[in-house]
């Protein structure tokens, strides 16, 4: 074979899947960078946690290995706490990408035991900390209102959900 | 002046010390704050795993206090985030997605109509109450106290939904609420970053990491107490601060107030009415530093 050719084989094969993976992200800005590295330099968890590194998280994508992405253990260390977003250069929407990486990596059951039971609990009660009669003891003791300790809309806003993505 | 209050998940569980002093200040300015019973969850803390649902989330929140013609206050700055994210999603943005959201709020009985404004309660405090109105109601000098200020994330960010409020870079106004007490507020490395509280269910080492850099900081700063605004960084750095002091062997007994309470203090208000016996961090040291 041809190295010439095979190589511009690979290449195209590349592109097509980044563009492809670009389109089904919304991540055509990514191609924007020009690797200044404020993201990774403004990341309070990469500070702590190399491990987890934004622009290398955005290069990965970039170039065809998001699978690798979707199934780390680093993903889920993002905080959402939007200091990449604000201060790109580029205005790449850094903290919204890693929400929509988040939110395929859940689908395809790649989200860490607390963040699946994080929405459970709501998918039942509506709420992070279900209130039950214990709660509103306390509260009326504290002189606050009293507030429902069950939530049907939920289950309804979910289930209408449920069904039209069926 | 009045305003649907937006309590979330945390603060009727967790943090009936933030909502207790909020009422209290609230009632001293003359801000009636509405209870509505049907509010949910704001949504956040899914929006990782399912935007989508989460956003269903904030619009029927939204869709409540339209109905009821009210403004929205809230006290979480992630509530604050989620809320107005939506809002100015489907207020400003994009007609089709209301039409969505409202077709999922079809069988609840309710519709979104694309305006509702939400805004945390310090930044109500700031732009509709104003500093000048607030100094009056002060009736303490809490000169003797330094304190440093935690913003956290959402309070300011992403800044493009919150209308050029603050500067995210340079954040002024929690300062400017705290100095009306008269209070010395001081500075530290580290001010504007995250408390770790949204990957506490993913890596808790991380995420105390995290708490445990800004603790640091502040301790090292000689500040009394930090005061912060939103309930996730609250159990991060008070409901936490144990966890921290014994996992990593430091030693810090810092306060964590609330603005309310601090504000609260200020104006005379009783300790117990302020919550003040229910931080995890005693504050009884604290109080010997406040005029009777
Ligand atoms: S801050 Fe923006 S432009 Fe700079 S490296 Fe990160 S993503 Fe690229
Ligand atoms: S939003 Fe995520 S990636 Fe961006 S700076 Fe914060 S933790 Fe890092």
Redesign the interface.
């Known amino acids: 074979m041809n190295s010439e050719s095979g190589k511009h084989r690979v290449r195209a094969k590349l592109e097509t899947r980044a563009q492809e993976l670009t389109e089904r992200l919304e991540l055509q800005s990514v191609r924007s960078c020009y690797i200044c590295r404020t993201c990774t330099s403004s990341c309070?968890?990469t500070?702590?946690?190399p491990r987890f590194n934004p622009l290398a998280i955005l290069r990965m994508v970039l170039y065809g290995k998001i699978e690798e992405v979707l199934n780390s253990d680093f993903l889920?260390?993002?905080?959402?706490?939007?200091?990449c977003?604000?201060?790109c250069p580029q205005e790449i929407p850094i903290?919204d990408i890693m929400?929509?990486l988040?939110?395929k990596a859940?689908k395809l059951g790649n989200?860490?035991v607390?963040?699946?039971?994080?929405?459970d609990i709501?998918k039942k009660a509506?709420?992070?900390?279900?209130?039950d009669d214990f709660?509103n003891k306390?509260?009326a003791k504290?002189?606050?209102?009293e507030?429902?300790t069950s939530?049907d809309?939920?289950k309804?806003?979910?289930e209408?959900?449920t069904e039209?993505l069926k | 002046m009045k305003y649907a209050l937006f309590?979330g998940?945390?603060i009727?569980?967790?943090a009936?010390n933030y909502?207790?002093s909020a009422?209290r200040v609230a009632e001293t300015l003359g801000i009636e704050l509405i209870?509505v019973?049907?509010f949910?969850?704001c949504g956040f803390?899914?929006?990782?795993?399912?935007?989508?649902?989460a956003e269903?989330?904030s619009a029927?929140n939204l869709a409540l206090a339209s109905e009821a013609g009210l403004e929205l206050c809230t006290l979480c700055s992630s509530c604050t985030s989620a809320l107005t994210e939506v809002a100015h999603e489907l207020g400003y943005k994009d007609e089709s997605q209301l039409a969505a959201v409202n077709?999922?709020?079809?069988?609840?009985g309710i519709q979104y109509s694309g305006r509702v404004t939400v805004r945390h309660f310090a930044r109500i405090l700031i732009e509709d109450i104003g500093l000048e109105r607030i100094r009056k109601s002060i009736t303490k000098d809490l000169s003797g106290l330094r304190v440093a200020v935690h913003y956290g994330?959402?309070y300011l960010?992403?800044?493009d939904i919150y209308g050029g409020f603050d500067q995210?870079?340079e954040p002024t106004t929690l300062e400017e609420l705290v100095s009306l007490t008269g209070a010395e507020v001081i500075d530290y490395p580290g001010k504007?970053?995250?408390c770790?509280?949204?990957?506490?269910?993913?890596?808790e080492r991380?995420a105390l990491?995290?708490a445990k850099?800004k603790l640091d900081a502040v301790h090292e700063a000689g500040a009394d107490l930090l005061c912060l605004v939103c309930p996730f960084c609250s159990v991060m750095y008070d409901g936490n601060q144990k966890g921290i002091e014994n996992e990593f062997g430091v030693n810090y007994g810092l306060p964590v107030l609330y603005l309310t309470q601090l504000l609260g203090l200020a104006m005379g208000l009783d300790r117990k009415a302020l919550?003040l016996n229910m931080n995890v961090v005693k504050t009884k040291d604290l109080m010997k530093k406040i005029p009777e």
């Open positions: 309070p968890v500070f702590i946690d889920w260390l993002c905080t959402s706490c939007y200091s977003q604000e201060r903290a929400t929509k988040k939110n859940f989200a860490p607390g963040v699946r039971a994080q929405m709501i509506g709420r992070t900390y279900p209130l709660d306390k509260r504290a002189g606050l209102p507030l429902p939530c809309v939920v309804t806003l979910f209408s959900e039209s | 309590l998940c945390t009727p569980a967790r009936r909502e207790l009422r209870d019973e049907r949910v969850c803390p899914i929006k990782s795993s399912k935007q989508f649902s269903l989330l029927y077709s999922h709020l079809g069988p609840l994330c959402h960010k992403p800044s995210p870079e504007k970053k995250c770790g509280g949204p990957v506490l269910p993913v890596d991380v990491s995290l850099e919550g």
